[in-house]
């Protein structure tokens, strides 16, 4: 990094926590609000008590990059753990960061439509990670401490990657951006345990770990994905660009992971097989473990295929809007409307508007039959 790229960086981070500890009373009580109904071991003061910590933090963590352990606001934190359970302060981090995001993104010097927003959603994102570190490390020793990223591959842990596809599958709703998700396999990776023995398929996963770091972008969410590969989620990325990425990541694999038997005098190239999930334009709710479900269908269906090669599915939406609607079913929206009220197709209003579920548009195409 540049010493102009990294005064960039470090402007943008003490902007970014500046704006969050001048407007911390209302991100406190909105995180509030948005946690309050998943957590019962909590009354109303004790949620309001920790969000305001949570955006403690996140100032603390976006400004220095870092947090201690040891620091009376992460000893704050271990103390909620009990009451709460591990899942509601990964959750609370992931809600906190995401509304801290959202107030972040309306701000005309480093929002949504300016220059260093790439750098400040990545210290965003970075921030979070390193509240959930720093809650690791201080509850390290408890009988369920919390895993933030993988020991073998030092990538993220697919509990954390969950979580991210999670939010990023929200923001690009809200945004209307474009999404996309890989998914690597190690290909035959039980054979190379039994020809080489396990400790050399281990090294295989490491390995693809390191070169995926290096591959990928810096605000990419990189994951150890299942027990034999790697999960990529790319926000704002085009399905096309993201197929094509997904390609040279398996070519670069070919090339370079290489295991050689020198007993024998043979070698075995390692490969990956690899699902590219995505679309352009989130213009609807799509489904976090939807998204997930089509990936991992993608996958298997590029192992029974032949291995080493990648599939790519464009995402629809679980749910679509009258004009979608008929657009699908080659109808007019009046016509659409019209099945609505008649009980032909059902439907469910969100606010003003309609939102037909695809599963009812199939029963509907059924019922023509």
């Known amino acids: 990094m540049t010493d102009r790229s990294s005064r960039i960086a470090t402007d943008a981070r003490s902007r970014t926590s500046a704006i969050i500890r001048e407007r911390q009373p209302a991100l406190a009580s909105d995180l509030a609000a948005a946690i309050t109904i998943g957590i019962d071991a909590l009354d109303v003061e004790g949620c309001r ?19 201690d352990p040891r620091s009376a606001a992460v000893r704050e934190l271990g103390c909620y753990s009990p009451p709460l359970a591990t899942r509601h302060i990964l959750e609370g981090v992931h809600v906190a960061e995401r509304i801290v995001l959202d107030e972040i993104a309306l701000d005309e010097s480093i929002g949504a439509t300016s220059g260093p927003w790439p750098v ?6 970075r921030a979070g990670l390193e509240i959930l570190a720093a809650y ?4 390290a020793g408890r009988e369920v401490p919390v895993v933030v990223r993988d020991g073998l591959t030092t990538l993220l842990a697919s509990p954390v990657f969950e979580l991210a596809l999670a939010q990023e599958v929200q923001r690009a709703h809200r ?3 474009a999404l996309a998700l890989l998914l690597f396999d190690v290909d035959e990776l039980t054979e190379i345990n039994r020809k080489y023995g396990r400790g050399v398929g281990d090294r295989v996963l490491e390995r693809l770990g390191i070169q995926a770091r290096r591959f990928f972008r810096t605000h990419d969410w990189v994951s150890r994905y299942g027990d034999d590969g790697i999960g990529v989620l790319l926000p704002e990325t085009p399905l096309d660009h993201a197929a094509v ?30 699902a590219v999930v995505g679309t352009d334009l989130v213009q609807t709710d799509i489904d976090a473990g939807y998204v997930l479900a089509e ?15 990648v599939e790519r599915v464009a ?3 679980t749910s679509l809007t009258i004009f979608g609607a008929a657009t699908l079913l080659g109808r007019t929206p009046r016509e659409v409307m019209r099945l609505i009220r008649d009980g032909g197709l059902k439907a469910a209003r ?3 508007h309609f939102h037909i579920d695809r599963t009812a548009i199939e029963d509907y195409r059924k019922s023509l039959r």
């Open 245 to 274: 990425l997904a390609g040279r990541f398996r070519e670069m694999v070919q090339q370079r992971l290489v295991l050689s038997d020198h007993k024998s005098d043979t070698s075995t190239i390692v490969t990956v097989s690899a």
């Open 120 to 125: 400040v959603t990545h210290a965003l994102r």
């Open 49 to 67: 008590g920790f969000a305001e910590l949570l955006v403690r933090l996140m100032a603390m963590s976006t400004e220095s990059g870092a947090l």
């Open 136 to 139: 690791a490390d201080q509850i």
């Open 350 to 352: 969100r606010g003003r």
């Open 175 to 177: 945004h209307k951006h």
């Open 295 to 309: 990936a991992e269908a993608a996958l298997m269906r590029a192992k029974l295929n032949g291995r080493n090669r």
């Open 315 to 317: 995402l629809l939406p």
